[in-house]
């Protein structure tokens, strides 16, 4: 615990994937208190033609009582 997926447009190269997973790993672990260790990071590419139907409708809207923030678009 915890394990984070994070869905975003296929614009990552290896080097912000990694500076993103070293990120999400630094806060997880002060905030949460958590051993570096039991973090596990997925990262979706979800391409924008089918972002609505595929991430906004179902993960978004659907699940809204879930996020902690929401979008502005």
Known sequence: M????????????????????EGITKVLT???KCNENAISIALEPIESAIWHE???VPEIINR?????KFPNY
């Open 2 to 21: 915890p394990h984070v997926n994070i869905k975003h447009f296929p614009s990552l190269n290896k080097e912000q994937q990694l500076a993103l997973a």
């Open 30 to 32: 002060d905030v949460i």
């Open 54 to 56: 595929t991430v906004y």
């Open 64 to 68: 809204k009582e879930l996020l902690c």
